[in-house]
Every structure is written in C-alpha cells, then in structure tokens.
C-alpha cells in the first residue's frame, strides 16, 4: 500500500489555528473511511477525528468545537482545521484509513507545535 503524505503542520501560539492536509491513493481514499491521529510526546497515538466515505464526522472530546475534519474526493485529500489550538494539542499528526481504529501504513507525519 502507498503511505499517505502529510502536510501543514508547524509552530504556533496558542488560540492560533492550523490547515492539515492528507494526500492519500485514489484507491484507498474512495473505498474507507479516514481519520486523523496524533502521536504526543512520550504518549500513545490517538484518533483527533475521523470521517466516513459518506461525510459523517466523529471527534475525540478533547477537540470538539476546535477541529474540523473534511473530506475532497476530487484532490483525494483529508483536511483538519485546528482552531484555538493549545499546547497539549502539540504532537506529530498523522492521516491513515480508518475512522475509529486505523488499519493501514503510516506516513511521515506532520508536527504541530504549540507554544503558551
């Protein structure tokens, strides 16, 4: 399978917002739902916010009302807008199939770093 290619992430203050993009394979991005998942330092990777092949949207509570994932078939590419952000939202952010639990390869990751 191809990796997906991240990108958008860099250092900001906090209550500033950030545009992640995910470019994924025409294939895998038509047939599955996507998610966005973030890796902190010294935690486990988590889901931030997934989004099915039909557009439903589903967040973890920490992000809800900051974050916004969608979906363009055409670019097939996954975007999160990140609002408000706060230094616990630093960490490598990462797309993959999958809106709940991923299932397939990780890319490189983009890192968001937010400062206080």
């Known amino acids: 399978q191809v990796q997906p290619v991240e990108s958008g992430g860099g250092l900001v203050q906090a209550g500033g917002s950030l545009r992640l993009s995910c470019v994924a394979s025409?294939?895998?991005?038509?047939?599955?739902?996507m998610g966005w998942y973030r890796q902190a330092p010294g935690k486990q990777r988590e889901l931030v916010a997934g989004?099915?092949?039909?557009?439903?949207?589903n967040y973890a509570n920490s992000v809800k009302g900051r974050f916004t994932i969608s979906r363009d078939s055409a670019k097939n590419t996954v975007y999160l807008q990140m609002n408000s952000l706060r230094p616990e939202d630093t960490g490598v952010y990462y797309c993959?199939?999958?809106?709940?639990?991923?299932?397939?390869?990780w890319g490189q990751g983009t890192q968001v770093t937010v400062s206080s």
């Open positions: 993959n199939t999958g809106n709940l639990i991923p299932f397939g390869p």
């Open positions: 989004i099915s092949r039909g557009g439903v949207t």
């Open positions: 025409g294939t895998i991005f038509s047939k599955n739902a």
